[in-house]
Nanobody, 127 residues
C-alpha cells in the first residue's frame, strides 16, 4: 500500500497562490518516479474531478482545461513528494484537493484508475 499525505491548503484571496504538497510512503512503495501522481478536487455537492497528473519517467504532465496555464506540477523524487503550485486562484477553485497515485504510466483522468489516495486538504478562495 501507498500512503499519501497532503498539506498546504488554506484560505487565499482571488488572484493569490498556494502550493500543495503530497508526501508518499509505504511498505510497498517503490518511489514516486515509478508512479503517475495526480491531483483531483471535490467541491461541495460536486463530483471529484481531475486537476493534473505527472508521470515523471515518461516526462509528461497534463492538466484539466480549467487550470491549464495557472497550475503546475513538480516533484522532489528524493523526498518522494509531489507539489501542485496554484497561481491566479479563482473562487471556483475552492474544493478539497486530493493527491492520488497509480503505479506505472497512465494518461488517465479517471479517478477509478488511481489506486492510492490521500485524505485531502481544503483550499478556499475568497472573492
Amino acid at each position: 500500500q501507498v500512503q499519501l499525505v497532503e498539506s498546504g491548503g488554506g484560505l487565499v484571496q482571488a488572484g493569490g497562490s498556494l502550493r500543495l504538497s503530497c508526501a508518499a510512503s509505504g511498505a510497498s512503495f517503490r518511489g514516486i518516479s515509478s508512479y503517475t501522481m495526480a491531483w483531483f478536487r471535490q467541491a461541495p455537492g460536486k463530483e471529484r474531478e481531475f486537476v493534473a497528473a505527472n508521470m515523471w519517467s515518461r516526462g509528461f504532465t497534463y492538466f484539466a482545461d480549467s487550470v491549464n496555464g495557472r497550475f503546475t506540477v513538480s516533484r522532489d523524487n528524493a523526498k518522494n513528494t509531489v507539489y501542485l503550485q496554484m497561481n491566479n486562484l479563482k473562487p471556483e477553485d475552492t474544493a478539497v484537493y486530493y493527491c492520488a497515485a497509480q503505479y506505472g504510466s497512465t494518461r488517465s483522468r479517471n479517478r477509478s484508475d488511481f489506486g492510492s489516495w490521500g485524505q485531502g486538504t481544503q483550499v478556499t478562495v475568497s472573492s
